[in-house]
């Protein structure tokens, strides 16, 4: 079946400006998480997400990130007025939370790599 | 909250030989211990997972064993292959649902 998908795979943004970066999980997955992996490092923890609720958004770096998922299942992952330190690759992974062995698996998509300049 | 050290950073070993990489972690609740293999640009793909209720767990040329007394968890390679070059994550699942991950290894297989 189709893994997760996100969109769009590059964003270049001019500093000041606002960018959104959409991900759609695996069909079926409850829970979706957003990560920020910088160049070189593994990936940090945003917020987290079990079907429309934001369950966890101890890692936001700022309220300029904002995070939402209003149906339960594609999410968006918005940035205000993006700054330098911005620049990483945002990465969705979802999760099936029902019972049996695929629970906790994340299946990452492959990211978006935003560029600020 | 949940800390997660990986070691070595970088690894390079001959086609064949063997590989282990080593993570400790630092939340004794930690209950569920993935491994993920990042290739250059690409998504971080899950390789092998182990429950903090099972000490070993093996498919086909890679393995993990845990050890919860010592909070550490290693990945095993055995008959490396250039294809198994990447950047290995190890994480650990806390109280909370999200994955704290290592910082990451870098294995380089030569001919």
Do not use: M
């Amino acid at each position: 079946g189709a893994g997760v998908s996100q969109s769009p795979r590059y964003k270049v943004a001019k500093r000041g400006q606002d960018v959104a970066l959409r991900c759609d999980p695996i069909s079926g997955h409850v829970s979706l998480f957003w990560y920020q992996q910088a160049l070189g490092q593994g990936p940090e923890f945003l917020t987290y997400f079990q079907n429309e609720a934001q369950l966890d958004k101890s890692g936001l770096p700022s309220d300029r990130f904002f995070a939402e998922r209003p149906e339960g299942s594609v999410s968006t992952l918005k940035i205000q007025r993006t700054q330098q330190e911005d620049s990483a690759v945002y990465l969705c992974a979802s999760s099936f939370s029902g019972r049996g062995r695929k629970l906790y698996e994340q299946y990452f998509g492959p990211g978006t790599r935003l560029t600020v300049t | 909250g949940e800390n997660v050290e990986q070691h070595p950073s970088t690894l390079s070993v001959q086609e064949g030989d063997s590989a282990v990489i080593k993570c400790t972690y630092s939340d004794s609740a930690s209950n569920y211990f993935p491994w993920y293999k990042q290739e250059l640009g690409k998504r971080p793909q899950l390789i092998i997972d182990i429950r903090s209720n099972v000490g070993e767990k093996k498919d086909q040329r890679i393995a993990v064993t845990l050890n919860k007394t010592a909070k550490h968890f290693s990945l095993h390679i055995t008959e490396t292959q250039p294809e198994d070059s990447a950047v290995y994550f190890c994480a650990a699942r806390g109280t909370a649902s999200k994955l704290t991950f290592g910082t990451g290894t870098r294995l380089q297989v030569t001919l």
